[in-house]
């Protein structure tokens, strides 16, 4: 995310602050999860990109093509050809709430900034990381576009990276 909180086309600005430090963060994480939860757009795109030749040489992209996948969406329709990829529609809360009593596992989400907003407004969202990065984008789309209701975050961890970038995880607080 920039400064400004942009999410949007990470690839014009995101890439300049990539190093091995950051790297090393995001392959931990990779770590340890279990399964991705994924929107539609975040899906399509990726689903196009990591399994293609185009992808080879990415660290992520062994991981990316095998970790469990799971999709939300209320347009996507029959199976998806990304391998591990299980297509989530109907009743948001209901459907992510089963997930986490029963297969998912560690559940990682990557992109996706609209079920982000979402999983946060329906307390469904157990910790939020964010890599804030030195950056004003100036245009794009937002995590938080506004319209959304107060939810109160606590900072349990930060980290600097020597390219500036600041690594937040927050958990919402509850009652």
Avoid: C
């Avoid at 196009?48 to 990316?64: L, N, Q």
Wanted: overall charge negative.
């Amino acid at each position: 995310m920039s400064l400004d909180g942009v999410v949007g086309d990470p690839a014009g600005w995101q890439l300049a602050y990539y190093d091995e430090e950051m790297g090393r963060e995001i392959g931990a994480s990779m770590g340890q999860t279990d399964a991705m939860l994924l929107g539609r757009a975040t899906y399509e795109e990726w689903a196009a990109f990591f399994p293609s030749p185009a992808s080879e040489g990415v660290p992520s992209r062994d991981y990316m093509n095998e970790v469990r996948k799971f999709v939300v969406s209320n347009t996507l329709e029959g199976s998806l050809e990304w391998n591990n990829s299980t297509l989530i529609k109907g009743d948001l809360a209901e459907e992510i709430a089963e997930l986490k009593e029963g297969e998912g596992g560690n559940i990682r989400i990557s992109g996706s900034g609209t079920l982000v907003r979402s999983l946060l407004q329906t307390d469904l969202l157990d910790e939020l990381n964010l890599m804030l990065h030195p950056v004003v984008v100036g245009d794009g789309k937002r995590l938080f576009e506004g319209g959304e209701d107060r939810k109160a975050l606590e900072l349990v961890d930060s980290k600097t990276f020597s390219t500036g970038v600041v690594y937040l995880t927050y958990r919402p607080t509850r009652g």
